[in-house]
């Protein structure tokens, strides 16, 4: 009993040993793992500096055991399982090397060493002098085998730029940018950055990168380039982009804005830029509305409001680029050579002489203001019309001038510039004048308008407000206030006279010149009112008593008018007294002569007796007939007829 006790112990210890020596040498690997080992003894010393032993060196191994059932030398390897390195769809690996020959001084990568199978290949990496630190190459989206003792893997998000946006790249290695010039040039060959390798093979520079990346999706090597994402330059609607280029040519002297290269598409490619000759500065060419690509780096952009002309407007352009014309060319050679005669005569003495600079300055003001063809700088002779102009306000000043008439006020209501006139009249009375200025300036006349005062407020401010105050203060000094009041009409005419020869000067036509309202002073008014009241009155009574007048005279004959039969009945009685008479007459000188030829003998009987008879009758005509006569001188014709 106690000898199969002691087999069966034996037995166990034999199991327990086959067990234990088993789980060793045979190793199984899951299909998302691999195993890396470590060699304990028995093979050679790894070399000074080397943390990764190759095929028979002891330490941890290179290589490493892949998926699967695995027979190792029985106590020879220490085996730690790993996770299989997994590169996300929208993710790229980046590595960096425990072991490797050293990277070279001034190198910040690791070179690309060859048949490496994506680094899943560590012995490959190390015999191809794969160099310790950080890789250039990056992992694309997928599973490998990669010894996590040999790399360091970090798994970092893709480069994903949306529409609207663009990325500036900066590479941490690369050639030195040439002195001088702000960014790196352009290399190819390197696929959007996406093959760092190329770009170093290429000769890529370091620093802040001139191209850009577009819209879209990059596996890029983030250690070897920083990505800034920024929006795309955007131009809205009613605007215009003004480019200044921070990179390129230097800018020529007098010049305010370079001149303009072509084959940049609007400044988007800014290779192509600098190989035309682009200049540093200002930029002539203008962006319209839309979305620009555009590097800041190398460009800035400030918008502006675009240049509207509306109807019954033009716009005058004043050009700061351009051909100098010959006047003026020859002008500033002739006045510089005097300036140089001038210092040459007086040298050793101390003089106020201009210098070069002074002189340019001084004249620049008569060549901007100069009306010149188009192509030439300063005033352009041509006008715009109305419409949208997308202008370069740094190449272009744009003075838009109406063509129609134009009122100007002097008046007391809120919305007009100036108050009413205040002049003194020649009896020392205070007036106020309220005017109105109709002006117009000719479309083919506003470029010289613009020489001459520079722009309508000007011309307002600085001519017409002081030559109508002027002219309306002369002619009221030289009358009464009562007669500026009351000549207002020829005041008018003298103003509007001066008005139209003075800004026939400045090449705008005068329209008309109106005084809408004359205030004098109350006191003055009211005296005026009360004399015009008082001659007004003395005019009433005078038509009152001519009224009068008429009111008797249209009485009386109207009284007249009402007595007529009996003054008509008096008449007839008047002539049938003295037919009467007539009668008695004819009839008494009758009977006597009948009597005389009857009665000869008894004549002076018969006769005395007809004398006295006729006498008597006449006396009684004669009588009624004086008696009318006194009662007419009593009590009028009027009473006689009543």
Not at 529 to 551: F, H, N, P
Request: proline share 5%.
């Amino acid at each position: 009993m106690s000898g199969v006790i002691f087999y069966l112990c034996v037995f166990a210890i034999i199991l327990i040993l086959f067990i234990v020596s088993a789980s060793t040498f045979i190793k199984l690997v899951g299909g998302g793992e691999i195993a890396v080992l470590e060699r304990r003894w028995l093979g050679k010393k790894m070399p000074s500096g080397r943390v990764i032993a190759m095929a028979n060196e002891v330490g941890v191994q290179a290589r490493t055991l892949g998926p699967g059932l695995h027979v190792l030398i029985p106590f020879l390897y220490k085996v730690r399982k790993e996770p299989f390195t997994v590169i996300g769809e929208q993710e790229v690996g980046i590595l960096e090397s425990i072991d490797g020959n050293p990277i070279p001084p001034g190198k910040i990568f690791a070179k690309v060493a060859p048949n490496h199978n994506a680094f899943q290949d560590s012995e490959a990496f190390l015999k191809n002098g794969g160099e310790k630190g950080p890789q250039i190459e990056i992992l694309p989206p997928g599973t490998y085998r990669i010894n996590p003792a040999l790399f360091k893997v970090r798994n970092e998000p893709q480069i994903m730029i949306e529409k609207g946006q663009i990325g500036i790249v900066t590479a941490m290695d690369g050639e030195p940018i040439v002195l001088g010039r702000l960014l790196a040039k352009q290399v190819p060959g390197h696929s959007n950055f996406e093959d760092a390798e190329a770009f170093l093979a290429n000769k890529g520079q370091k620093g802040p990168q001139i191209q850009i990346l577009l819209p879209g999706t990059y596996r890029i090597n983030t250690d070897m380039f920083h990505v800034e994402i920024r929006n795309a330059s955007i131009v809205p609607a009613g605007k215009v982009g003004l480019v200044s280029a921070l990179d390129g040519e230097p800018l020529p002297e007098r010049e305010y804005v370079a001149k303009s290269v072509s084959g940049h598409s609007d400044y988007q490619d800014a290779s192509k830029f600098l190989e035309t000759g682009g200049q540093r500065g200002p930029q002539f060419d203008v962006l319209r509305p839309g979305t620009y690509y555009i590097n800041p780096l190398m460009f800035q952009l400030e918008l502006d409001d675009v240049a509207t002309v509306e109807r019954g407007q033009v716009a005058v352009v004043v050009s700061n680029v351009g051909e100098e014309p010959e006047q003026i060319k020859k002008l500033m050679e002739q006045t510089a050579e005097e300036e140089t005669k001038k210092g040459e005569a007086t040298k050793g003495e101390a003089t106020n002489i201009e210098s070069p600079q002074e002189v340019e300055k001084r004249l620049s003001v008569g060549i901007e203001r100069y009306v010149v063809p188009k192509g030439f700088r300063g005033i352009q002779r041509e006008v715009a019309g109305p419409g949208i102009y997308y202008l370069n306000r740094r190449a272009f000043i744009v003075y838009i001038i109406d063509t129609t008439n134009i009122t100007i006020d002097w008046d007391d209501a809120k919305e007009t510039k100036f108050d009413p006139l205040k002049v003194v009249s020649r009896d020392g009375f205070e007036i106020s004048v309220s005017v109105k200025v109709i002006i117009r300036v000719r479309p083919d006349q506003a470029p010289y308008m613009v020489a001459k005062i520079g722009s309508i407020d000007n011309l307002i401010n600085h001519v017409i407000h002081p030559m109508i105050d002027s002219s309306f203060r002369n002619q009221a000094s030289s009358t009464s206030a009562m007669n500026f009041l009351q000549d207002r009409q020829e005041e008018q005419r003298k103003a509007e006279d001066r008005a139209r020869n003075e800004l026939e000067k400045y090449h705008v036509e005068c329209v008309s010149v109106l005084i809408c309202q004359i205030k004098l002073p109350q006191q003055l008014m009211d005296t005026q009112t009360m004399k015009i009241i008082a001659q007004q009155q003395q005019a009433m009574y005078q038509e009152q008593q001519k009224a009068e007048q008429t009111r008797i005279a249209t009485e009386k004959t109207r009284s007249e008018a009402d007595q007529q039969k009996n003054l008509v009945e008096a008449e007839i009685g008047v002539k049938i007294a003295e037919q009467n008479k007539q009668k008695a007459i004819r009839f008494a000188e009758g009977e006597a002569e009948s009597i005389r030829l009857r009665a000869e003998g008894d004549a002076k009987g018969i006769k005395a007796r007809g004398d006295a008879e006729g006498a008597r009758i006449l006396a009684m005509g004669e009588a009624t007939a004086k008696a009318y006569d006194l009662q007419n001188q009593a009590v009028g014709r009027q009473g006689v007829t009543a």
